[in-house]
């Protein structure tokens, strides 16, 4: 690789992932779109996910391998990549998923053609077991956000919950104008959110699958309680988690570049398609709230 700075940083936090991280390096290392660097950061795992990582440094020089002496968390620690990153466009990798050979140059060329209206461009996605077999799909038909009016693009996101923008090759700048990986349970839609309120999201690929997510018991964010120990493990049980991604976005409206007149609709646009939706959320937080405080232990 040459000494210029990579156009793509791929950035992949881990904690304990031996089982399947060298089938996700694998992967990254045959993409056709090569002109990257990976950088991961292992979150101070117990098992053999460093040495596994650094054998595959060692032979390919476009792997950077750091360790956080204590587990962070995944959230912050993926935004320590983001700070680490170089290039101009960066990409989450996450090590139990696989992408397809394309997925980089299909993400490039969507975003090199669309221009800088455009701020990310994420696959469609397949779903594979433990032995990377096929097992489903994500309802991914017709998510282009490419809306020209913020409050449009997320009134559409939000009612059809285009979740693998988070999976999407994005623009650095813009990622970090707006703080990256929020650090809170209930902000998986936040990102993606940010995103749309910056610009165009735009899938990679028309119709192919470009990304495999694999679903086992293990997998970080399946359910309340492994969202939570991902985002902070030292907070397991944290009071209204999902009750605050009502907060988060609205916080996210308000610190979006935007005229008052389209922060008035996107105000509206989460109050409408958001918030109302996520009352029940609201009322499980309320009924497990002895939980989550520590009123109640659980035996």
Known sequence: MSSALPPVTI???????????????????????????????????????????????????????????QNIGGARNSNALLNDAAAPLIMWAYHDDEPHPLLIKDSVDRLSDAGPSAVVAYPRVNLIDENSNIVGQHEDGDLDLGQSSAHERIRVLFRRKVAQIQFGLMRTNVVREFGGVSVSTGGEFIMPASLALRGRCLLSSTDAKRLSIRQHLD????????????????????????????????????????????????????????VAPQLRSVAGDVARLPWDAGWITRH
Request: charged share 25%.
């Open 11 to 69: 950035a992949m936090p881990v904690y304990n992932g031996e089982d399947y991280i060298a089938r996700s390096l694998t992967a990254i290392q045959n993409q056709e779109y090569g002109d990257f660097e990976l950088l991961i950061r292992d979150n101070a795992s117990s098992d053999g996910t460093e040495e596994i990582a650094r054998e595959f440094a060692l032979s390919d020089s476009r792997i950077r391998v750091t360790r956080n002496e």
């Open 219 to 274: 997998r970080s964010g399946g359910h309340r309680n492994s969202e939570a120990a991902w985002v902070d493990p030292s907070r397991p049980n944290v009071p209204f988690p999902y009750s605050r991604s009502i907060t988060l976005m609205l916080t996210a409206v308000a610190r979006a570049p935007l005229s008052m007149s389209e922060r008035r609709r996107c105000f509206r646009a989460v109050l409408q398609n958001w």
